[in-house]
């Protein structure tokens, strides 16, 4: 046996020698640079919808479109207004016309029949049927409160979210059922959005984070946050960011949620806080949000309409209007790195974001002084490659 180190000095010593002749022979191979994912769709094209045009007013509380009646309907402290996409124009019905209540804060459509459903600031629920009014409230029927946030359809059911709890009414059976503290994992009782879809109901609470009801076991799941921390989230992918949720978006089998502390979505394994030192979210101050896929998520804030368009690598776009000079900009971000600032002329009609709803490749936005529609000529989703020679993306 040869003793220990016998060839180690000339091994070494040959070593030396060849790493000066031949510098980097020796070195572990580079790893190849990662391909760039490409950039999102960014709409350029847009048109502000406003009193000018013929709503009853500019502060917008609720949007959404109907592709059955190829329209969006619009709620705002004026009334309920119809816009039509072909002919573009706005028909509305105010308290003169049959309207029960002035303030509009939901709506929502049954696919099925074409009704259209209401939710009202203080007045209740209204059914907007054959051009006729059918007026629900506290005295009438089993609606838990007057203040009506948000609405949605689940099969026969409607769900309402009130200042006061829940109320689900069976339009088949006409049967209500009431959720408060005392039948529902609620520690306050304001609800301030709901959305069903695919088996699942979600409410966002404020204080009670958000809570998800299974439509065929009526069982009750909740989502607060773990760490118990009201001020700040103080472990980032822990949870919902905080216990005042203000919307619940499910796709995909994929929650999205927001708050006024941040955002967050929910794989049903992993949680992603989203914040807006760290990624496109223009601020942690989110009014309301809407999913239009697991990957693509728009949130209503403060300071502009911002877009996660590709979950996967945390891409997004942030639309920031001057409505004072006309102008607009889309700050394309992967986390926070901004990647490019593109010129999209007037965009959303006001900084200030309530609602937004998606029409196709189209999309509307809610905001303090109008509505915005930007057009999707061309849209994708999630993201293109650069080298595919994107329009939409060209910088400024």
Not at 350 to 364: H, S
Request: glycine share 10%; with cysteine.
């Amino acid at each position: 046996m040869n003793p220990p180190g016998l060839f180690s000095r000339p091994a070494s010593r040959f070593a030396r020698l060849l790493a000066l002749a031949a510098p980097g022979l020796l070195a572990a191979p580079a790893d190849p640079p990662a391909a760039d994912p490409g950039l999102p769709y960014v709409y350029t094209k847009w048109e502000q919808i406003t009193t000018q045009d013929g709503l009853p007013n500019d502060h917008i509380f609720a949007v959404r479109a109907d592709p059955r009646g190829d329209c969006v309907w619009i709620g705002s402290e004026g009334g309920l207004s119809r816009y039509d996409k072909q002919t573009k124009t706005i028909k509305n019905w105010t308290e003169q016309d049959g309207l029960p209540w002035r303030v509009i804060t939901g709506i929502e459509v049954n696919p099925r029949t074409g009704e259209v459903w209401l939710g009202l600031f203080g007045g209740g629920l209204a059914r907007f049927s054959a051009g006729r009014f059918d007026h629900f409230h506290q005295l009438n029927s089993g609606l838990v409160n007057d203040v009506v946030y948000a609405v949605a359809i689940e099969g026969d059911n409607v769900w309402c979210a009130t200042t006061a709890g829940a109320s689900r009414y069976n339009t088949k059976k006409d049967k209500w059922d009431i959720y408060t503290e005392q039948n529902a994992p609620m520690e306050e009782i304001w609800n301030y959005n709901v959305c069903a879809r695919d088996g699942q109901v979600h409410l966002a609470v404020w204080g009670s984070g958000i809570l998800e009801f299974d439509t065929a076991t009526e069982h009750w799941k909740i989502y607060t946050d773990p760490d118990g921390e009201m001020e700040i989230d103080l472990y980032r992918d822990d949870g919902v960011p905080h216990v005042i949720t203000t919307g619940a978006s499910y796709v995909d089998k994929i929650l999205w949620m927001s708050s006024y502390f941040g955002c967050a979505r929910y794989d049903g394994r992993h949680w992603r806080g989203y914040f807006d030192h760290e990624c496109g979210l223009p601020s942690n101050f989110n009014n309301n949000l809407k999913a239009r896929s697991g990957q693509e998520c728009w949130y209503c804030t403060d300071k502009g309409l911002g877009a996660c368009m590709d979950a996967e690598t945390c891409t997004w776009v942030t639309y920031i209007p001057d409505g004072k000079n006309h102008t607009g900009k889309a700050i394309i971000k992967r986390e926070n790195q901004v990647l490019k600032v593109v010129d999209t002329g007037y965009n959303v009609p006001q900084i200030f974001q309530i609602c937004v709803d998606f029409d196709g490749n189209d999309v509307w936005a809610g905001t303090s002084k109008g509505l915005g529609h930007g057009i999707g000529e061309g849209y994708y989703p999630r993201l293109r490659p650069a080298s595919a020679g994107v329009a939409q993306t060209t910088a400024k």
